[in-house]
Structures are given as C-alpha cells and as structure tokens.
C-alpha cells in the first residue's frame, strides 16, 4: 500500500493500527497512560478497522518511528520534548491541561473513575454536594461529559456552577487532591493522573455551554446574564456558534458536508448568514450547490427552534470529526476540540 493511501487514515485510526500491531500485553501498557475518552476512541476505531494489510501497518510504524527519531535527540530535556511534542499534536490550548497531569500531576483515582460513569450516575454522586465542588468536578471531566451532568440540575443549579467554573484560577494540588481522596471513598476507581493547576476559567466554562440543546444553552445565558451580564457576555463570545463552521478551510468543509445529511444542513442553513451560505455553496458541486439554493428560496417557514437544533447537531458532528482528527478548526474554535 502506498504513502498516499496510509495518509488518509486519521490520527486515531493510525493510533488504532500502532496498538493492534503491538500486541495485546503491550497495548495494554500503553493504554493504561491514556484517559477515558481517548480509551473510548482508539477502541472504536479498533473495532472498525478491517481489511488491513501487512503493509499498511508496515507504514504506520515507520510513520511513528520516524516521527519519533525526528523528534527525540540529544540535547532536549524530557519535559521540553514531551511540552513539544503535545502541543504539536493538540494544540497548546488543549495540551495544557494534558501537560499539566503528566508533569506535575499525581495518582489519582476518584475523579479520573468519574469518567468511566454514566452522566447520570455521576450527578447523583454529586449534586447534594456544595455549588463549588461541583463546579471543580465538572472542570476537572471532560467538556461533553460535563455538559450531560449538568443538563441533569435544575436551571439555577447550572447557572451558578457555570458561573463558578468560568471564574475559578486553577486550584492548588493539595485541595485537589482531598476532593479526589472524598470521591475515592465513595467507590472504587481507576488509576489516572491528577490534574493540577489547568482547572476552570471561561473557556471552559463555554466549551461545556457548547454540549447542551439549544434551550438549556439560551436559558442558562440569559440567568447567568442576569446575575453578571459581562461574565456571561465574555463566555457568549468563547462559545462555539454555527458561524464559527465559516473559518474551516475547503478541505475539512468538505468533509462535513459529506457527513451531514441534506435535510439537516437545509435547515441548519435558514438560519446561516450569507458569507457561510457562500462558504458551503464553494465546497459543493455546481449542480448540488444549485439544487441546496432552490431548495432554500422554495422553503417555506421554518420554527427558529428547528434551526437551532440542526445546527446544534451539525456542530456536535463537527466536533467528533475534529476529535478524531478528520478535520481541523480554526480560529476561536480550535481550543474547544
């Protein structure tokens, strides 16, 4: 198989290969170092993966090897390698947090087995506890599992922890810790690193506003509005909106529109301004984007919550393929994949 067919795979999939190719005692090892969701991925893509030839594979670990003699020499600290090489790979926004647990974190079971639960069960454990440890647990999970804990409190709840997520300033490492040792207590978890300083702030706080339906997202801005209008107006400008899909460049563009269905994205549309309109006609075959034009004038009038919820949709959608490395956002975007 050539280079050419090898580089089609996504970063996952590659991944995905790496570990099948290794054994099943060595995969092992090295998914133990992995967190929840990044477990939850390469082990999707394993289970998909079929029809893969010995050169394929052959590929990808000369792929990996090269990249690891590229980037391993004499000279650079460990930790500096380990900053570049994440960063290089995610983004610093996104490789802050993940620098931070291996760095300068420590064993941590409590909260990194919230992960593994189910959003409802991890609400229970947590909603009778005070606003602002509920407010560092979510900081702490991920931005999609965070959002589907707090779509289970009620409106007031989730105004208030929201606004104390958007303004905490990194928590020290021993209150962490205690928190982390209460919630061991009450379950046995699974081993996993300790995040320790890269906790909360506004972009956190939106990135989790961007996983909740359309209604639960206007009703919590507008309360957190009403208590502090110039925090919820900066989380508001953070938040990744359907507009924001304009700064993907043609090829990620292309992507999506291949993965979105055609009624979806003709209604997501009534609501888009012209330069995305223009943005998706481009990256669309003349006769396609002719037939999505028509079909938009012939339209009638369509309930603003429809709109809302298939954009909604198609940004859930475009963050999976970003997560799985199909596509790339840009701008203010990026630091929420």
């Given at each position: 198989?050539?280079?050419?067919?090898?580089?089609?795979?996504?970063?996952?999939?590659?991944?995905a290969?790496?570990?099948?190719?290794?054994?099943?005692?060595?995969?092992?090892?090295?998914?133990?170092?992995?967190?929840?969701?990044?477990?939850?991925?390469?082990?999707?893509?394993?289970?998909?993966?079929?029809?893969?030839?010995?050169?394929?594979?052959?590929?990808?670990?000369?792929?990996?090897?090269?990249?690891?003699?590229?980037?391993?020499?004499?000279?650079?600290?460990?930790?500096?390698?380990?900053?570049?090489?994440?960063?290089?790979?995610?983004?610093?926004d996104?490789?802050?947090?993940?620098?931070?647990?291996?760095?300068?974190?420590?064993?941590?079971?409590?909260?990194?087995?919230?992960?593994?639960?189910?959003?409802?069960?991890?609400?229970?454990?947590?909603?009778?506890?005070?606003?602002?440890?509920?407010?560092?647990?979510l900081?702490?999970?991920?931005?999609?599992?965070?959002?589907?804990i707090?779509?289970?409190?009620?409106?007031?709840?989730?105004?208030?922890?929201?606004?104390?997520?958007?303004?905490?300033?990194?928590?020290?490492?021993?209150?962490?810790?205690?928190?982390?040792?209460?919630i061991?207590k009450?379950?046995?978890?699974?081993?996993?690193?300790?995040?320790?300083?890269?906790?909360?702030?506004?972009?956190?706080?939106?990135?989790?506003?961007?996983?909740?339906d359309?209604?639960?997202?206007s009703?919590?801005?507008?309360n957190?509005?009403?208590?502090?209008?110039?925090?919820?107006?900066?989380?508001?400008?953070?938040?990744?909106?359907?507009?924001?899909?304009?700064?993907?460049?043609?090829?990620?563009?292309?992507?999506?529109?291949?993965?979105?269905?055609?009624?979806?994205?003709?209604?997501?549309?009534?609501?888009?301004?012209?330069?995305?309109k223009?943005?998706?006609?481009?990256?669309?075959?003349?006769?396609a984007?002719?037939?999505?034009?028509?079909?938009l004038?012939?339209?009638?009038?369509?309930?603003?919550?429809?709109?809302?919820?298939?954009?909604k949709?198609?940004?859930?959608?475009?963050r999976k393929?970003?997560?799985?490395?199909?596509?790339?956002?840009?701008?203010?975007?990026?630091?929420?994949?």
């Open positions: 198989m050539s280079k050419e067919k090898e580089s089609k795979r996504n970063g996952t999939e590659r991944a290969i790496l570990l099948l190719s290794l054994g099943e005692a060595e995969a092992t090892e090295v998914m133990k170092h992995m967190g929840a969701k990044d477990v939850q991925r390469i082990g999707g893509a394993m289970t998909q993966l079929q029809n893969i030839s010995r050169q394929e594979v052959q590929d990808v670990l000369a792929g990996f090897t090269k990249e690891l003699e590229e980037k391993t020499a004499l000279g650079i600290g460990v930790d500096d390698y380990l900053r570049k090489v994440l960063i290089g790979a995610l983004g610093e996104k490789a802050g947090g993940v620098i931070d647990r291996i760095l300068f974190g420590r064993s941590s079971k409590g909260l990194e087995a919230l992960k593994w639960m189910d959003a409802r069960a991890v609400a229970e454990l947590i909603r009778q506890e005070h606003p602002q440890i509920i407010s560092i647990v900081a702490y999970l991920d931005a999609d599992q965070s959002a589907e707090l779509s289970q409190f009620p409106d007031w709840l989730r105004a208030d922890v929201i606004m104390r997520i958007a303004t905490l300033d990194g928590i020290q490492p021993t209150a962490l810790h205690e928190l982390d040792e209460v061991e009450q379950f046995a978890g699974k081993t996993g690193a300790l995040k320790t300083s890269v906790i909360g702030g506004i972009k956190t706080a939106a990135q989790i506003m961007n996983f909740l359309s209604t639960q997202e009703v919590l801005i507008e957190i509005r009403k208590v502090d209008d110039t925090l919820g107006g900066k989380i508001q400008d953070l938040m990744f909106v359907f507009g924001d899909l304009v700064e993907i460049d043609d090829r990620g563009m292309q992507e999506v529109l291949r993965a979105v269905p055609g009624e979806k994205l003709l209604l997501a549309m009534k609501g888009a301004d012209d330069e995305l223009a943005k998706i006609f481009k990256n669309m075959s003349q006769r984007a002719e037939m999505l034009k028509d079909d004038e012939s339209r009638g009038p369509v309930r603003l919550s429809e709109v809302e919820g298939a954009q949709e198609i940004l859930l959608q475009v393929m970003s997560e799985a490395g199909t596509i790339q956002l840009g701008g203010k975007g990026e630091e929420f994949v």
